[in-house]
């Protein structure tokens, strides 16, 4: 069978994340992809355990000489965000993600690719694998449902992890070492509300946002990119005013860390409104295409007439609803005073979801600064009860404080001086990442996250450099077989 990678460097890197793109492996569902790595493990006669949250250990011993030095560990996740274009036919439960090579990238044909963070997966097994890498004794530690909660993360016991250095490979510039990123929490509410008779003489019609770029809502939150809730509920607010409209439903998005990219509702409007209504929705669809030239140049907003629904919101309940909507905080909040160009706090409207007699709301919170990030919540728990919606904030996760003095870190910068040539660029990032977790639970573990160029992630047009990957593997190698002394 022709592999789609073949040819590429580093050859065993590229193997195994092909292989990962074959198994199914959405956020709660990684079994099959977990069995596959396992059943790696076991034919490698490599040691290996499952602990009860399903976290996967594999261990190697060192290679002759390298008895000495600190032993290590190599972290990925092994779950992946799941989106598709909507006019995409494609089942994530049973699917293989369909990768192809685009000049310098590898991209997924209609849905997210999974490199987030199958790459990081792939390059921990390819070293495993090797037998001509001088290495430590090394750990690679595959975490599950990392995409809706860092779950493994955070139910990962102390005492499982025999390492003493641990590098994260979960992120997505080439050209920067990460050694902080922010802590999170959602907050989610839920709207409870009567039908009411669809009136007579009415007509009724699907509103659609589409074509938004949507993204990572901790790593592209500050680029400006729309909202589809937020632009759908705009309309919806302008229309409650212009015409005596009834909501029968409303819906967008579909993670919690992706910003949404479509949103959609179905509403009625009066038989004698409707030409009026139909040539407002044209001209707010131009309005937006102008504020969005930049950023969204293919958002598209439709009226397509569709059969009345059965039911529809009460009045009130539907003004409380848009009201909440309209209110509600998305984007950045404030970036960092001490950290050029870094997000300190940001908040993402993420999901909406209307089911029986209820609307289901879900937001994402995130900062580097744990009481900022309590604030944000607590303001959008206000908007959301304002609104009469039930209201519950999670737990979170905790940020990963920046270490500076790292002994890892100032290693690595030395050996990524020598194969670039330049210093590598030292930051904290907005996104969430297992690290902050894992060091609770591993006090004075020596961390350092780093990965290849990755665009895009969390939504269909999510890509991976090729010869950025390369590069990232040279990296890594060198940093292994310069493990420091125990």
């Not at 092994?78 to 995409?88: A, G, Q, R, Y």
């Amino acid at each position: 069978m022709t592999r789609i990678l073949e040819g590429l460097e580093p050859k065993t890197v590229w193997y195994y994340f092909e292989e990962i793109t074959k198994y199914p492996h959405p956020s709660k569902k990684e079994e099959k992809l977990a069995n596959y790595i396992l059943g790696w493990a076991k034919e490698k006669n490599f040691e290996n355990f499952v602990d009860k949250t399903g976290n996967i250990v594999i261990r190697k011993p060192a290679t002759k000489g390298m008895e000495n030095r600190k032993p290590i560990a190599f972290q990925g996740h092994i779950d992946m965000v799941c989106e598709k274009n909507s006019d995409v036919t494609f089942d994530f439960d049973n699917d293989p993600i369909q990768i192809y090579v685009d000049g310098d990238w590898i991209k997924a044909k209609g849905t997210t690719l999974g490199a987030d963070n199958g790459i990081g997966v792939a390059m921990g097994m390819a070293v495993l694998d090797s037998t001509d890498i001088p290495h430590p004794d090394v750990e690679l530690l595959c975490t599950v449902d990392e995409e809706t909660g860092l779950t493994g993360a955070m139910q990962l016991e102390g005492g499982v992890l025999k390492a003493k250095i641990l590098i994260n490979l979960d992120s997505e510039e080439d050209a920067a070492f990460t050694i902080g990123c922010a802590g999170g929490i959602n907050t989610s509410g839920t709207f409870e509300y009567k039908t009411a008779p669809v009136a007579p003489d009415s007509t009724a019609f699907e509103l659609a946002v589409k074509g938004l770029r949507g993204g990572h809502s901790g790593i592209e939150i500050h680029d400006g990119r729309g909202n589809a809730i937020k632009i759908l509920n705009r309309l919806l607010n302008n229309l409650n005013q212009m015409f005596n409209i009834q909501l029968s439903s409303i819906a967008g998005g579909n993670k919690h860390n992706a910003i949404p990219r479509e949103s959609f509702a179905v509403i009625t409007v009066p038989k004698k409104s409707e030409a009026d209504f139909v040539k407002y929705v044209k001209e707010y669809d131009v309005i937006l295409k102008a504020e969005y030239l930049s950023k969204e140049p293919d958002i598209n907003i439709i009226a397509k007439s569709v059969a009345l629904p059965a039911k529809v919101m009460s009045y009130n309940m539907q003004c409380n609803l848009i009201s909440s909507f309209y209110v509600m905080p998305h984007g950045v909040i404030r970036m960092s005073p001490d950290i050029q160009g870094l997000v300190q706090t940001s908040t993402n409207f993420a999901i909406v979801e209307t089911r029986e007699n209820e609307v289901y709301v879900l937001t994402s919170q995130r900062s580097s600064v744990e009481t900022e990030k309590v604030d944000m919540a607590r303001m959008v728990y206000a908007a959301l009860e304002l609104g009469g919606a039930k209201v519950v904030s999670g737990d979170g996760y905790p940020a990963w404080q920046p270490n500076v003095n790292s002994p890892i870190l100032k290693e690595a910068a030395i050996i990524f001086k020598q194969l670039r040539g330049v210093e590598p660029r030292i930051e904290a990032i907005h996104a969430g990442l297992e690290t902050g977790l894992i060091g609770e639970k591993y006090p004075g573990m020596d961390m350092l996250s780093f990965g290849p160029n990755l665009k895009d992630v969390h939504s269909p047009a999510e890509k991976i450099s090729i010869s950025s990957t390369e590069m990232t593997w040279k990296l890594l190698l060198e940093i292994v077989k310069n493990i420091p002394l125990k």
